[in-house]
T-cell receptor, first 116, second 115 residues
Framework: AQSVTQLDSQVPVFEEAPVELRCNYS??????LFWYVQYPNQGLQLLLK??????LVKGINGFEAEFNKSQTSFHLRKPSVHISDTAEYFC??????????????FGAGTRLFVKA | GAGVSQSPRYKVTKRGQDVALRCDPI?????LYWYRQALGQGPEFLTY????????KSGLPNDRFSAERPEGSISTLTIQRTEQRDSAMYRC?????????????FGPGTRLTVT
């Protein structure tokens, strides 16, 4: 079974400052890792994903994340945030490979609040 | 093109009533997922379909919950004899390929309130 822990429930940050949203996971099998963003009254949108290969993954809107297998982490970063980045961010994991099934396990979410 | 749509967007029902939540996936998407999201939590997997076949229903909390996708397109999640603990946002997602389940496109959700 897999689990995901998002270490911060809320992260306030000033506009143009850097931000890191932390995510740790546990799993007994290889996994795929994801970050989703949810804007108010909208569905979840995939920001980026790690499947294999390079541990630094770049996504949309200037976000990137780094997979660290030894620390079982997949932290999300952005060097300079905008007001429009205010949203809820979810880290998620699913078993890698077809035989692992299709369940995606989500963390509880981190609310990013960007202040002017 | 149109994204995933869900209806109704809001549903208030009395305890003990049955409710049916509808998901209309992106045209041509073969996989469809249902999730439940409680306030302050991430989405929780309920069940998923490939075409019309229900592949995994292990996330359904009990036998009051059921889902179907009879023609491999629109899906309905039914909750019988609703209870207050069923109040949550119910989300649907669709995926264009069975081999890439991570390509999930989410709908806006149905917020269910059981009074």
């Amino acid at each position: 079974a897999q689990s995901v822990t998002q270490l911060d429930s809320q992260v306030p940050v000033f506009e143009e400052a850097p931000v890191e949203l932390r995510c740790n996971y546990s799993s007994s099998v290889s996994v795929y890792l994801f970050w989703y963003v949810q804007y108010p009254n909208q569905g979840l949108q995939l920001l980026l994903k790690y499947l294999s290969g390079s541990t630094l993954v770049k996504g949309i809107n200037g976000f990137e994340a780094e997979f660290n297998k030894s620390q079982t982490s997949f932290h999300l970063r952005k060097p300079s945030v905008h007001i429009s980045d205010t949203a809820e961010y979810f880290c998620a994991v699913s078993p890698a490979g077809h035989t692992g099934g299709f369940k995606t396990i989500f963390g509880a979410g981190t609310r990013l609040f960007v202040k002017a | 093109g149109a994204g995933v749509s869900q209806s109704p967007r809001y549903k208030v029902t009395k305890r003990g009533q049955d409710v049916a939540l509808r998901c209309d996936p992106i045209s041509g998407h073969v996989s469809l997922y249902w999730y439940r999201q409680a306030l302050g939590q991430g989405p929780e997997f309920l069940t998923y379909f490939n075409y019309e076949a229900q592949q995994d229903k292990s996330g359904l909390p009990n036998d009051r919950f059921s889902a179907e996708r009879p023609e491999g397109s629109i899906s309905t999640l039914t909750i019988q004899r609703t209870e207050q603990r069923d109040s949550a946002m119910y989300r649907c997602a669709s995926s264009p390929r069975t081999s890439k389940p991570y390509e999930q496109y989410f709908g806006p959700g149905t917020r269910l309130t059981v009074t």
